[in-house]
């Protein structure tokens, strides 16, 4: 079966621009959730949809924002962009959280703001 | 920062030899997670231990867990240099939030 698939692999933003990133969950998998990855900060989690409510939020700005749709495909969006911003940005789905089964992960977004 | 602890930073081994890396965190767990990550790229699940268990073996992988510590291990026997990445634990914690908590990483290097 297909994996999480994310898109654009690669993006170049000015900063002061927004951005908006895709991602398709494997197919019957209900939960997204969303991670920034920089050098600095390591892997940090920025949200979890799940039937397309937002369940979690983790500690970023409210330029950070996101949606699921019902075919369990999200975007996550970043307006006015920062140069710490610059990150990779993953995406992971799961079927159920909780029942002890591991997140699968796409292959990311690199976003780089100039 | 919530974040968990890993060492070492980093690793260099020679093929064949076997590689541990060491994992603490801060908080009460449901499980405990290892992905590995190639490059900059996406993380890929290896294994899943829970709260319950001590330790969990998958082909060369073999984790232990100890919650009264607040730490895990990874084992990897038999290196290959194909096993050349950044290892991570992620805790997927008791609250009923449904999120990972990821270590620092450990960068493996394996050469032939």
């Known amino acids: 079966k297909a994996g999480v698939t994310q898109t654009p692999r690669y993006l170049i933003k000015t900063r002061g621009q927004q951005v908006t990133l895709s991602c398709s969950p494997i197919?019957?998998?209900?939960?997204v959730s969303w991670y920034q990855q920089t050098p600095g900060q390591g892997l940090q989690f920025l949200f979890e949809?799940?039937?397309?409510?937002?369940?979690n939020k983790g500690n970023f700005p409210g330029r950070f924002s996101g949606r699921q749709f019902s075919n369990s495909r999200s975007e996550m969006n970043v307006s006015t962009l920062e140069l710490g911003d610059s990150a990779l940005y993953l995406c992971?789905?799961?079927?159920?959280?909780?029942?002890?089964?591991?997140?699968?992960f796409g292959s990311g977004t690199r976003l780089t703001v100039v | 920062s919530q974040q968990g602890e890993e060492d070492p930073q980093a690793l260099s081994i020679q093929e064949g030899e076997n590689a541990t890396m060491n994992c603490s965190y801060k908080?009460?767990?449901?499980?405990l997670q290892w992905y590995r990550q190639n490059s900059g790229r996406g993380l890929v699940h290896l294994i899943l231990?829970?709260?319950?268990?001590r330790e969990k073996h998958s082909g060369r992988l073999r984790v232990t867990l100890d919650t009264s510590k607040k730490s895990s291990s990874l084992l990897i026997t038999a290196s290959r240099a194909a096993d050349t990445a950044s290892y991570f634990c992620?805790?997927?914690?008791?609250?009923?939030?449904?999120?990972?908590?990821f270590g620092t990483g450990t960068r493996l290097l394996v050469s032939p």
């Open positions: 992971a789905s799961i079927n159920n959280p909780g029942t002890g089964d591991g997140y699968t």
């Open positions: 197919s019957g998998h209900r939960s």
């Open positions: 949809y799940f039937s397309e409510t937002q369940r």
């Open positions: 908080t009460s767990i449901n499980n």
């Open positions: 231990i829970r709260s319950n268990e």
């Open positions: 992620a805790t997927d914690a008791r609250t009923g939030f449904q999120k990972l908590v």
